[in-house]
């Protein structure tokens, strides 16, 4: 066993028996190569990453491969989910020299830590037309011998652009431009027949299709724009729901799909992808009523609550692909798995609805699926499931359940489950199911209780021990968590912690210079670069997300300060969000709420009446924040809330936007 056998993250553990001679990040193993003077391998994945597995097995457990790399080299493993500094650090300058990301990640950096080459998966040797990894590393090493200079000159020159593209601007004027642009860009790039945009490999495009439903729900706009953005969003979620990527037996997301049609995923199940979908689910079904929508909602909550959350009430970061050594094997069947399942009686029913034949539709097997129902018609997907059938996914699901079933990293993430927090709070109150809000509570005190043991938020836990000091997602994604469980349930204490991390986070990560945050604080070292997250990626923009924070508790509390900031943010990203919409979908949504302005919907209920704010939750309202005032000390607390009483002593709605308000109404 080697270093990694003492850390939490199951995805290092599983590299713990390996011949290479791994450390975690950390000053032993820098210490290490600046005293030998060896260059450092930097290999970073997640625990549900399926190449990654592939590339353990390939090069990490092979003998040859490994003596090499403990002569040559100082190995260091690295869980992304742990270390999204360092995972954003080098992703970029994967990115800048290859001209494309992914995991598993490899870098090769000089002693004081700049990046020298980089790639992802390597094989173990020359095929595919990628170089083998023994001979990467035998090349390597000739270079760092024969031609010190050279690698200086590439570490510094990629190091540089890192540098610069870490700067922002500063627009004079806001305007909701980048949100036309965006509605433009994703108009051409849609893909008309199957959803999406793009083509293969699609990943499920959850804050662009959220920022399209600002579109859709702007009666200022024309008509047609409004159509458009709806058409796209429905487009997706549906061809997303009636495919392999969605679980139609267990419920649920996969990560994404290779191919254009949503058919065949990678199998592993991620906590922020459900979140993100359920957020994209429960708003189209708050726009459209669609029972569709809704029953995504139930059953992908269904699977959260039953697989992805712990003793604890913190929610797990992710589940494998691979089980027994296979990836997707536990999710897959044949005509015979699905008769043993349901009965001879049924089995050509079953068939026929979930598209499992014979030779199936993934190497020998299928998926089950229902886009070979949609035909030309997308619409059709919005029919219900019938009752029969619900039956069947019933026992189809108690058979798959004996099967052996993929690993799932117990590891509680803060940000993750900040997101899972807010989606949850907002389902629960958009569906009236008070189970869910209660969920994302448990979730949101464990984090608040156990996530601070020092006054200072973590950001991972694992079998009992807190790990590395909060990121701005860790404080930005909790506090927008907790913010929307104020909003769900009026309750004054999620209030006081939302604005106790954006105090936080506006402490330890505001860089006055550029009017905007920086991804990590000033405690965190080893960093060449202290980045900013303008970018959408697997998840929203950190800078994204801590805006419209600001924004919302600036609402509540009339804190004008927190406005300033967000205003400050917006305008060092947007010349970006004009540029690039596509990539800054998250912002966006955000510039929205800042240049339209918010509307205060102030619910005053008198005791034992019930709330006109449950009302309030059955719309799409983008740009709202809902006050739920059931008792004086909220009343006391909220400037908005004060001398508001009940009129005539009923349910009484006060309803504001940017500023100017309405005459009160108990009418919702």
Known sequence: MNRLANETSPYLKQHAHNPVDWYPWGEEALAKARAEHKPIFLSIGYSACHWCHVMERESFENDSIAAFLNEHFVSIKVDREERPDLDNLYMEAVQVMTGQGGWPMSVFLNTDLRPFFAGTYFP??????RPGFMSLLQQLRGVWVDDPD????????????????????????????????????????????????????????????????????????????????????????????????????????????????W????????????????????????????????????????????????????????QDADSEGVEGKFFVWTPDSLEAAVG???????????????????????????????????????????????????????????RIAPATDEKVITAWNGMMISSLARAGAALQEPGWVAAAARAARFALDEMRPDGLLHRSFKDGRVRFPGYLDDYAFLA?????????????VWLDASEALVDAFVEQFWDPASGAFFFTAEHHTDLIVRQ????????????????????????????????DKADAVLRAYYERMARAPQSLCEMIQALDFHVRGPDE????????????????????????????????????????????????????????????????????
């Open 480 to 492: 927008a968590g907790v913010f929307d469980l104020f909003e769900a349930t009026g309750d004054v």
């Open 263 to 318: 058919l065949v995923p990678h199998f592993e199940k991620m906590l922020y992808d459900n979140a993100l979908l359920l957020q994209a689910y429960t708003e189209a079904f708050q726009l459209t009523g669609r029972p569709f929508y809704e029953r995504v909602v139930r059953e992908t909550v269904a699977y959260v609550l039953r697989e992805m959350v712990g003793e604890s009430g913190g929610f797990y970061s992710s």
């Open 601 to 668: 919907i102030v619910c005053v209920t008198p005791a034992g009446a019930a709330s006109l704010a449950a009302d309030a939750w059955l719309d799409y309202r983008p740009n709202a924040v809902i006050i739920d005032v059931r008792d004086g000390a909220l009343a006391e607390r909220v400037p908005a809330a004060r001398d508001r009483p009940p009129v005539d002593g009923l349910p009484t709605a006060y309803i504001c936007h940017d500023g100017v308000c309405d005459l009160p109404t108990h009418e919702i």
């Open 124 to 129: 173990p040797e020359d095929r595919w037309g």
């Open 344 to 402: 001879s009686d049924d089995v050509a029913y079953a068939q026929e609805y979930w598209d499992i034949e014979a030779g199936g539709n993934f190497e020998g097997q299928s998926i089950p699926n229902r886009l070979h129902a949609l035909g030309g018609d997308w619409t059709v997907g919005f029919d219900d499931l019938p009752e029969d059938l619900a039956e069947m996914r019933k026992r189809m699901f108690e058979a798959r359940a004996a």
């Open 150 to 261: 050279k690698v200086t000159q590439v570490a510094g020159q990629i190091t540089e652009r890192l540098q610069t593209m870490a700067k922002t601007g500063a627009a004079a004027e806001l305007s909701l431009a980048p949100l036309d642009h965006a509605l433009q860009h994703f108009s051409g790039t849609f893909d008309t027949k199957h959803g999406g945009f793009g083509d293969a490999p699609k990943f499920p495009p959850s804050m662009a299709l959220r920022c399209l439903l600002h579109v859709a729900a702007d009666e200022t706009r024309d008509a047609p724009d409004r159509d458009r953005a709806l058409d796209m969003v429905e487009q997706t979620l549906v061809h997303m729901a009636s495919g392999g990527m969605y679980d139609h037996v267990g419920g649920g997301f996969h990560r994404y799909s290779v191919d254009a049609r």
């Open 532 to 563: 900013k997250e303008g970018y959408d990626g697997a998840t929203p923009a950190s800078n994204s997300v801590a805006t419209m924070t600001l924004l919302r508790v600036a609402v509540v509390t009339g804190r004008t300060a927190l406005r």
